[in-house]
């Protein structure tokens, strides 16, 4: 059977599951404010709020067969400073953060690197990963790793509430010939391809 979260190991980074004792480190990530840009939901108020997810979105997955939900640690300390994440949902859906402390550094790629590998590993057919516009810097994350552009589409994002214009992009990992996902493209009216994107 498939371990949940195996721990991985890059040249800088521990790539592990979060721990209770990590909540003051989550939330120091989910309050920060730049990072929380383009992510979907409100940045963090108060630690309980990341007691709360903790317990929700990570203690939670963490009870399941399979599951790959990682704290992005460096090795010099072992504490959080991002995630990054791995659907086990019908579109496999890739996402990952940093506190804006940590940005351009390569942290992101060389998690995402890392992870990919893994899951090409465990047996994942493919991965997919979605991007705003106008965070093209997450888009290059995406074009590191080897994902390609599929098509782009238009959703109102909640809890925000904004209508968002996403690029979605694809990995093929043990399933080369896998078809591109369509979900994104059939869920949402406004939909297309864009020409050039660098």
Request: proline share 6%; hydrophobic share 35%; net charge neutral.
């Amino acid at each position: 059977m498939l371990e949940n979260t195996p721990k991985l190991l890059t040249e800088r980074l521990i790539l592990r599951r979060f721990s209770e004792q990590d909540i003051p480190a989550l939330f120091e990530i989910y309050r920060d404010e730049q990072a929380n840009t383009f992510l979907p939901w409100f940045p963090l108020k108060t630690l309980d709020e990341a007691e709360e997810l903790f317990w929700r979105q990570y203690a939670a997955a963490y009870q399941k067969p399979r599951g790959y939900r990682y704290a992005i640690c460096q090795k010099q300390d072992d504490v959080p400073i991002g995630y990054v994440h791995a659907s086990m949902g019908e579109a496999h859906d890739f996402g990952y953060g940093l506190h804006s402390d940590f940005w351009h550094r390569g942290f992101a790629s060389e998690a995402g690197a890392a992870v990919t590998r893994r899951l090409r590993q465990d047996g994942l057919p493919f991965l997919t990963a979605t991007h705003d516009v106008a965070n093209p810097r997450s888009g290059k994350v995406m074009q590191r790793l080897g994902m390609r552009y599929a098509y782009t589409y238009e959703e109102q994002w909640q809890p925000k509430n904004l209508l968002v214009r996403f690029r979605m992009y694809q990995l093929n990992l043990a399933r080369p010939d896998a078809p591109v996902y369509s979900g994104y493209w059939d869920r949402y009216p406004v939909h297309f391809v864009e020409q050039d994107i660098s």
